[in-house]
């Protein structure tokens, strides 16, 4: 039996920044992935607000910034229909609000950067079972190995185990957005300032549709929307992606000439942070696991990784007291809410409001200047 003090079980971008922040505090620590990497994730490939907050607190935006496998741009355009349009930017003194790079890239970029000295890393070794222990919880491995640890961290998503075993918790469908995405190359007009391209599609439900440009010349085509309501009104991403890329007027001329490169693939993110609680007896929830995905523009990397960040100053905290009762950890909750309940509830807001078309489209075009002026400080109290 193998005994430390901390566990993570998932090495994606939460789990990744819940071990590099452990290795700050010099807390030796097991982390654990049924991968090994660089593994491929399906996902949308856009970074933004907390995912360079995150970096700069772990000392790794200026290596991240230099990467050749990453790109960045200062805008963003949000497209509501074909001539309503509202544009996020950086200010002019600051480098960029968006930034680009396939998950296969950048979860391996953090893993590559785990502790030789603290992270002890169990990677292509899946998790078989958890079992309470009078010291802890005792981790059962594919491989046969038992790890005892006095306080887990689930950064295994949406589907976690250590959500749904240890928090008791379920998948609410209904605060979860699903999506298909592929990979193009040779398409036409692109921005040569890497400006990202988001939709608003309405198929009786508002569908968000991205064209996010990569480093290696191909973009990543994204398509999707509320999960319980795709299913309710009986859409087929497929079907309406393919729709979007060969007929619609603002998109058709860029693609006539591209290639898929792979097959579509689907993947979902949840937003149920408010419904469920992210502590236990012993345990933490961070990115996925916790529902911290942003409703409205779907982005969950970035709040993960900061999730991460204060789950592994919490769980300093405790090894300093010696307690990782409930008791103890219900003030993680209270911080995370502190750090994205106003910026997840505002986001919740706003997606409701889209799913009334026209009402939507004329409340934006009344505070559009303004929206664009008030996002300027947001990314920067948000970012780096």
Request: with cysteine; hydrophobic share 40%.
């Amino acid at each position: 039996m193998i005994k430390t003090d901390v566990c993570i079980i998932g090495a994606g971008p939460s789990g990744a920044s819940t071990s590099l922040m452990l290795s700050k505090y010099k807390v030796p620590h097991y982390i654990i992935d049924k991968a090994t990497f660089p593994r491929d994730k399906t996902c949308g490939d856009g970074l933004i607000l907390y995912a360079y907050k995150s970096l700069k607190e772990l000392g790794l935006l200026e290596r991240f910034l230099k990467h050749p496998k990453f790109i960045h741009s200062k805008k963003i355009n949000l497209h509501l229909n074909n001539t309503l349009r509202v544009t996020f930017k950086e200010s002019e003194k600051r480098d960029m609000v968006i930034s680009y790079g396939k998950r296969i890239d950048f979860d391996f970029f953090l893993v590559n950067h785990l502790s030789e000295q603290y992270a002890i890393k169990e990677f292509g070794n899946a998790v078989k079972k958890i079992e309470a222990h009078p010291d802890g919880y005792m981790v059962r491995l594919k491989d046969g190995k038992e790890i005892l640890s006095k306080v887990i961290v689930g950064a295994d998503g949406i589907q976690s185990i250590v959500s749904r075993k240890l928090g008791q918790n379920t998948v609410d469908r209904s605060k979860v957005s699903t999506f298909i995405s592929a990979y193009f190359k040779d398409v036409n007009g692109l921005s040569l300032k890497n400006e990202a391209e988001i939709r608003i599609v309405y198929k009786g439900i508002p569908l968000f549709f991205y064209v996010f440009p990569l480093a290696d010349n191909q973009v990543n085509v994204t398509l999707g929307g509320n999960a319980k309501k795709i299913q309710a009104y009986n859409i087929n991403l497929k079907e309406e992606v393919t729709t979007i890329l060969t007929s619609h007027p603002k998109v058709v001329d860029k693609f006539k000439d591209a290639e898929q490169v792979n097959a579509w693939r689907g993947w979902g993110i949840p937003y149920q942070f408010r419904k469920q609680k992210a502590y236990g007896n012993r345990f933490l929830l961070v990115g996925d696991a916790a529902g911290l995905a942003n409703a409205f523009y779907k982005e969950g990397v970035g709040t993960g990784m900061m999730s991460g960040i204060i789950c592994a100053k919490k769980i300093a905290e405790c090894i300093r007291e010696n307690d990782f009762s409930e008791e103890r950890l219900a003030s993680y909750q209270k911080e995370l809410q502190k750090e994205f309940g106003k910026l997840l509830r505002f986001s919740e807001l706003v997606l409701r409001l889209a799913k009334f078309k026209q009402l939507f489209f004329l409340t934006v075009r009344v505070l559009k200047n303004r929206l664009e002026r008030k996002s300027v400080g947001v990314i920067k109290r948000r970012s780096y």
